[in-house]
Protein backbone atom coordinates (compact mmCIF):
# COMPACT_ATOMS: atom_id res chain seq x y z
CA UNK A 1 0.00 0.00 0.00
CA UNK A 2 1.13 3.43 -0.75
CA UNK A 3 0.76 6.17 1.16
CA UNK A 4 1.58 9.92 0.42
CA UNK A 5 3.58 10.99 3.72
CA UNK A 6 1.02 14.57 3.30
CA UNK A 7 -1.91 11.89 4.97
CA UNK A 8 0.64 11.27 7.70
CA UNK A 9 2.09 14.15 8.39
CA UNK A 10 -1.80 15.91 8.79
CA UNK A 11 -2.34 12.71 10.85
CA UNK A 12 0.35 13.28 13.15
CA UNK A 13 -0.47 17.12 13.92
CA UNK A 14 -4.21 16.16 14.46
CA UNK A 15 -2.63 13.55 16.94
CA UNK A 16 -0.70 16.70 18.49
CA UNK A 17 -3.09 19.50 18.68
CA UNK A 18 -6.15 17.05 19.32
CA UNK A 19 -8.13 19.38 17.46
CA UNK A 20 -8.86 19.64 13.48
CA UNK A 21 -8.79 23.58 13.51
CA UNK A 22 -5.39 24.24 15.20
CA UNK A 23 -3.82 21.23 13.08
CA UNK A 24 -5.24 22.98 10.02
CA UNK A 25 -3.72 26.62 10.90
CA UNK A 26 -0.49 25.00 11.42
CA UNK A 27 -0.35 22.76 8.13
CA UNK A 28 -1.31 26.46 6.22
CA UNK A 29 -4.61 24.17 5.05
CA UNK A 30 -8.09 24.70 5.33
CA UNK A 31 -10.09 22.62 8.10
CA UNK A 32 -12.17 21.07 5.25
CA UNK A 33 -9.22 20.11 3.39
CA UNK A 34 -7.56 18.82 6.78
CA UNK A 35 -10.90 16.77 7.32
CA UNK A 36 -10.45 15.22 3.53
CA UNK A 37 -7.01 14.30 4.19
CA UNK A 38 -8.25 12.33 7.58
CA UNK A 39 -11.13 10.53 5.56
CA UNK A 40 -8.71 9.53 2.97
CA UNK A 41 -6.27 8.10 5.74
CA UNK A 42 -9.01 6.34 7.44
CA UNK A 43 -10.27 5.01 3.63
CA UNK A 44 -6.78 3.68 3.18
CA UNK A 45 -6.65 1.73 6.20
CA UNK A 46 -10.24 0.41 6.58
CA UNK A 47 -10.11 1.96 9.75
CA UNK A 48 -11.12 4.86 11.88
CA UNK A 49 -8.41 6.74 13.37
CA UNK A 50 -10.21 9.39 15.61
CA UNK A 51 -13.03 9.25 18.01
CA UNK A 52 -14.66 12.79 17.18
CA UNK A 53 -16.43 14.61 20.02
CA UNK A 54 -17.09 18.41 20.71
CA UNK A 55 -14.17 18.10 22.81
CA UNK A 56 -11.51 17.31 19.96
CA UNK A 57 -10.09 14.20 18.30
CA UNK A 58 -8.91 11.43 20.12
CA UNK A 59 -7.03 8.54 18.39
CA UNK A 60 -8.82 5.12 18.05
CA UNK A 61 -6.27 2.25 19.08
CA UNK A 62 -5.77 1.97 15.56
CA UNK A 63 -4.45 5.19 15.42
CA UNK A 64 -2.72 5.37 19.07
CA UNK A 65 -1.13 2.20 16.96
CA UNK A 66 -0.11 3.89 13.75
CA UNK A 67 0.83 7.44 15.90
CA UNK A 68 3.35 5.33 17.78
CA UNK A 69 5.27 4.83 13.91
CA UNK A 70 4.35 7.70 12.25
CA UNK A 71 6.30 10.41 13.86
CA UNK A 72 10.02 8.02 13.00
CA UNK A 73 8.68 7.31 9.81
CA UNK A 74 8.35 10.95 8.64
CA UNK A 75 11.57 12.02 10.40
CA UNK A 76 13.24 9.61 8.76
CA UNK A 77 11.75 10.65 5.13
CA UNK A 78 12.48 14.19 6.21
CA UNK A 79 16.47 13.48 7.27
CA UNK A 80 16.33 11.51 3.67
CA UNK A 81 15.12 14.65 1.71
CA UNK A 82 17.90 16.85 2.92
CA UNK A 83 20.82 14.35 2.65
CA UNK A 84 19.49 13.72 -1.06
CA UNK A 85 18.78 17.19 -1.45
CA UNK A 86 22.62 18.37 0.02
CA UNK A 87 24.53 15.71 -2.49
CA UNK A 88 22.12 17.60 -5.45
CA UNK A 89 23.14 21.35 -4.45
CA UNK A 90 26.58 20.15 -4.25
CA UNK A 91 26.21 18.85 -7.89
CA UNK A 92 23.56 21.15 -9.44
CA UNK A 93 23.67 24.66 -10.68
CA UNK A 94 20.07 26.12 -10.19
CA UNK A 95 18.04 27.83 -7.89
CA UNK A 96 14.43 27.01 -8.19
CA UNK A 97 12.04 30.10 -7.65
CA UNK A 98 7.94 29.91 -6.84
CA UNK A 99 6.64 32.92 -7.80
CA UNK A 100 2.55 34.22 -8.07
CA UNK A 101 0.92 35.12 -11.30
CA UNK A 102 1.61 38.41 -11.03
CA UNK A 103 4.43 39.33 -9.16
CA UNK A 104 6.73 37.73 -12.03
CA UNK A 105 6.78 40.80 -13.99
CA UNK A 106 8.43 42.86 -10.89
CA UNK A 107 11.57 41.45 -11.96
CA UNK A 108 13.59 41.73 -15.55
CA UNK A 109 15.94 40.17 -17.26
CA UNK A 110 18.19 42.76 -15.19
CA UNK A 111 17.41 40.23 -11.90
CA UNK A 112 19.01 37.12 -13.49
CA UNK A 113 21.65 38.92 -15.26
CA UNK A 114 22.82 40.55 -11.72
CA UNK A 115 22.41 37.22 -10.28
CA UNK A 116 24.36 35.10 -13.03
CA UNK A 117 27.07 37.84 -12.01
CA UNK A 118 27.31 37.25 -8.21
CA UNK A 119 26.91 33.59 -9.04
CA UNK A 120 28.83 32.56 -11.81
CA UNK A 121 27.23 29.08 -13.85
CA UNK A 122 24.17 29.42 -12.01
CA UNK A 123 20.78 29.31 -13.47
CA UNK A 124 17.50 30.17 -11.86
CA UNK A 125 14.47 28.55 -12.89
CA UNK A 126 11.26 29.89 -12.25
CA UNK A 127 7.98 28.24 -11.07
CA UNK A 128 4.50 29.74 -11.28
CA UNK A 129 3.14 28.81 -7.51
CA UNK A 130 0.17 26.29 -7.11
CA UNK A 131 -3.05 27.30 -5.72
CA UNK A 132 -3.79 24.21 -4.09
CA UNK A 133 -0.42 23.80 -2.30
CA UNK A 134 -0.40 26.81 0.22
CA UNK A 135 3.85 26.69 1.00
CA UNK A 136 3.78 26.81 -3.22
CA UNK A 137 5.98 23.73 -3.06
CA UNK A 138 8.15 25.15 -0.02
CA UNK A 139 6.79 21.98 2.18
CA UNK A 140 7.99 19.91 -0.30
CA UNK A 141 11.54 20.91 -1.30
CA UNK A 142 10.49 21.48 -4.92
CA UNK A 143 11.64 24.49 -4.61
CA UNK A 144 14.28 26.51 -2.38
CA UNK A 145 12.16 30.10 -2.25
CA UNK A 146 9.45 32.42 -3.56
CA UNK A 147 8.23 35.45 -4.05
CA UNK A 148 4.63 36.41 -2.13
CA UNK A 149 2.64 39.12 -1.81
CA UNK A 150 2.03 38.24 1.74
CA UNK A 151 0.46 39.45 5.62
CA UNK A 152 3.12 40.73 7.80
CA UNK A 153 2.02 37.89 10.32
CA UNK A 154 3.63 35.55 7.89
CA UNK A 155 6.91 36.19 8.81
CA UNK A 156 6.29 34.32 12.06
CA UNK A 157 6.13 30.96 10.05
CA UNK A 158 8.77 31.91 7.31
CA UNK A 159 12.05 33.17 7.12
CA UNK A 160 11.68 35.90 4.61
CA UNK A 161 14.15 38.64 2.89
CA UNK A 162 11.35 41.78 2.62
CA UNK A 163 11.31 43.46 -0.41
CA UNK A 164 8.75 46.26 0.28
CA UNK A 165 5.25 47.24 0.91
CA UNK A 166 2.26 47.26 -1.24
CA UNK A 167 -1.30 48.06 -0.76
CA UNK A 168 -4.22 46.09 -2.16
CA UNK A 169 -6.34 47.28 -4.36
CA UNK A 170 -9.72 46.33 -5.55
CA UNK A 171 -10.62 44.83 -9.09
CA UNK A 172 -14.16 45.55 -10.67
CA UNK A 173 -15.61 44.91 -14.08
CA UNK A 174 -15.40 48.25 -15.45
CA UNK A 175 -19.33 48.87 -15.41
CA UNK A 176 -19.36 48.27 -11.52
CA UNK A 177 -21.27 50.82 -9.84
CA UNK A 178 -17.93 51.84 -8.15
CA UNK A 179 -15.89 51.39 -10.84
CA UNK A 180 -16.20 55.06 -11.20
CA UNK A 181 -14.58 55.97 -7.57
CA UNK A 182 -11.08 56.92 -7.25
CA UNK A 183 -11.00 55.55 -4.01
CA UNK A 184 -13.44 52.85 -2.45
CA UNK A 185 -13.65 52.22 1.23
CA UNK A 186 -13.62 48.72 2.68
CA UNK A 187 -17.12 48.44 3.99
CA UNK A 188 -18.65 49.58 0.81
CA UNK A 189 -17.25 45.84 -0.68
CA UNK A 190 -18.80 43.90 2.12
CA UNK A 191 -21.66 42.54 0.46
CA UNK A 192 -20.29 42.25 -2.89
CA UNK A 193 -19.82 39.25 -4.30
CA UNK A 194 -15.87 38.01 -4.62
CA UNK A 195 -13.62 35.99 -6.71
CA UNK A 196 -12.47 33.19 -4.18
CA UNK A 197 -9.64 31.11 -4.76
CA UNK A 198 -9.87 27.04 -3.89
CA UNK A 199 -10.07 26.54 -0.07
CA UNK A 200 -6.93 24.31 -0.84
CA UNK A 201 -4.93 27.20 -0.74
CA UNK A 202 -5.47 27.72 3.02
CA UNK A 203 -4.89 30.77 4.99
CA UNK A 204 -4.49 32.90 1.18
CA UNK A 205 -7.85 32.25 0.61
CA UNK A 206 -8.60 34.19 3.37
CA UNK A 207 -6.07 36.88 2.80
CA UNK A 208 -7.43 37.69 -0.47
CA UNK A 209 -10.96 37.72 0.91
CA UNK A 210 -9.89 40.35 3.77
CA UNK A 211 -11.21 37.70 6.20
CA UNK A 212 -9.53 39.70 9.11
CA UNK A 213 -10.94 43.42 7.93
CA UNK A 214 -14.26 41.81 8.11
CA UNK A 215 -14.64 41.05 11.82
CA UNK A 216 -16.05 37.88 11.67
CA UNK A 217 -18.64 38.50 8.49
CA UNK A 218 -18.17 36.24 5.87
CA UNK A 219 -17.75 36.91 2.60
CA UNK A 220 -19.94 36.25 0.04
CA UNK A 221 -18.67 34.02 -2.72
CA UNK A 222 -19.74 34.52 -6.63
CA UNK A 223 -17.41 32.21 -8.24
CA UNK A 224 -14.11 29.90 -7.33
CA UNK A 225 -10.91 30.17 -9.80
CA UNK A 226 -8.44 28.21 -9.61
CA UNK A 227 -5.81 30.16 -11.13
CA UNK A 228 -4.81 33.83 -12.10
CA UNK A 229 -6.39 33.45 -15.65
CA UNK A 230 -9.60 32.15 -14.08
CA UNK A 231 -9.71 34.69 -11.23
CA UNK A 232 -9.43 38.06 -13.90
CA UNK A 233 -11.68 36.03 -16.44
CA UNK A 234 -14.64 35.80 -13.89
CA UNK A 235 -13.88 39.18 -12.83
CA UNK A 236 -14.19 40.63 -16.54
CA UNK A 237 -17.88 38.35 -16.65
CA UNK A 238 -19.19 40.28 -13.46
CA UNK A 239 -19.00 36.82 -11.18
CA UNK A 240 -17.64 38.66 -8.71
CA UNK A 241 -14.98 41.44 -7.52
CA UNK A 242 -11.55 40.63 -5.73
CA UNK A 243 -8.25 42.02 -4.21
CA UNK A 244 -5.15 41.96 -5.93
CA UNK A 245 -1.75 43.75 -5.51
CA UNK A 246 -1.40 46.94 -6.76
CA UNK A 247 1.01 45.88 -9.42
CA UNK A 248 -1.56 44.48 -10.88
CA UNK A 249 -3.39 47.28 -12.13
CA UNK A 250 -0.03 48.59 -14.31
CA UNK A 251 0.97 44.56 -15.30
CA UNK A 252 -2.44 43.32 -16.17
CA UNK A 253 -4.35 46.86 -17.28
CA UNK A 254 -7.45 46.20 -19.19
CA UNK A 255 -10.37 48.00 -20.20
CA UNK A 256 -13.28 46.00 -19.01
CA UNK A 257 -11.15 45.84 -15.67
CA UNK A 258 -10.86 49.26 -13.05
CA UNK A 259 -8.37 48.17 -10.56
CA UNK A 260 -9.05 51.36 -7.40
CA UNK A 261 -7.51 51.80 -4.08
CA UNK A 262 -9.13 50.57 -0.75
CA UNK A 263 -9.02 52.62 2.06
CA UNK A 264 -9.11 49.73 5.02
CA UNK A 265 -7.40 47.38 3.48
CA UNK A 266 -3.87 46.19 5.19
CA UNK A 267 -1.13 46.39 2.55
CA UNK A 268 0.94 43.62 1.49
CA UNK A 269 4.27 42.67 2.44
CA UNK A 270 6.66 42.01 -0.48
CA UNK A 271 9.48 39.35 -0.28
CA UNK A 272 11.41 36.38 -0.76
CA UNK A 273 10.33 33.40 1.55
CA UNK A 274 11.58 30.13 2.78
CA UNK A 275 10.92 27.51 5.51
CA UNK A 276 12.71 28.21 9.03
CA UNK A 277 14.27 25.17 9.34
CA UNK A 278 16.01 25.34 6.01
CA UNK A 279 19.25 27.27 6.10
CA UNK A 280 20.18 30.18 3.31
CA UNK A 281 22.32 28.87 0.51
CA UNK A 282 24.98 31.53 -0.88
CA UNK A 283 22.73 31.28 -4.07
CA UNK A 284 19.47 32.12 -2.46
CA UNK A 285 21.49 35.00 -0.15
CA UNK A 286 22.92 36.28 -3.58
CA UNK A 287 19.23 36.16 -5.28
CA UNK A 288 17.95 38.07 -2.88
CA UNK A 289 20.71 40.81 -3.42
CA UNK A 290 19.84 40.91 -7.12
CA UNK A 291 16.24 40.98 -6.42
CA UNK A 292 16.84 44.30 -4.21
CA UNK A 293 19.25 46.04 -6.52
CA UNK A 294 16.85 45.26 -9.86
CA UNK A 295 13.44 44.78 -8.36
CA UNK A 296 12.08 48.36 -7.17
CA UNK A 297 8.25 49.65 -6.15
CA UNK A 298 6.76 51.74 -3.57
CA UNK A 299 7.69 51.74 0.11
CA UNK A 300 10.19 48.62 -1.27
CA UNK A 301 12.54 51.17 -2.89
CA UNK A 302 12.43 54.12 -0.66
CA UNK A 303 13.46 51.57 2.76
CA UNK A 304 16.05 50.00 0.49
CA UNK A 305 17.54 53.54 -0.23
CA UNK A 306 17.48 54.08 3.43
CA UNK A 307 19.06 50.55 3.81
CA UNK A 308 16.31 49.74 6.33
CA UNK A 309 15.19 46.65 4.49
CA UNK A 310 14.93 43.52 7.06
CA UNK A 311 16.32 39.93 6.17
CA UNK A 312 16.97 36.88 7.41
CA UNK A 313 19.56 35.89 5.24
Given at each position: ???????????????????????????????????????????????????????????T??????????????????E??????????????????????????????????????????????????????????????????????????????YN?????????????????????????????????????????????????????????????????????????A?????????????T????A???????????????????????????S?????????????????G???????????????
Amino acid sequence: MDVDTRLLRSFVMVCEEGQLTAAAARLFVSQPTLTKQIRQLEALLGAELFERSRRGMTPTPTGQALAEHAGALLAGWEEALRAARAAAAEQGSTLRVGFEGGIINMMSRQTVVDFSRRMPGWQVELRQNNWFDPTSGLATGEIDLTLWHAPPWLAEQYNVAVLGEEPRCAALPAGHRLAGRAVIDFEELLDEPFVAIPHESGHWRDYWLAARERGGRPARIGAVAHNADEWLAAVVCGQGIGFAPETMSRLAAREDVAYRPVRGLSPSQVGLYWPKERQSTPAMAAFVRSCRATVGFGAGRAERDQGTLRTSV
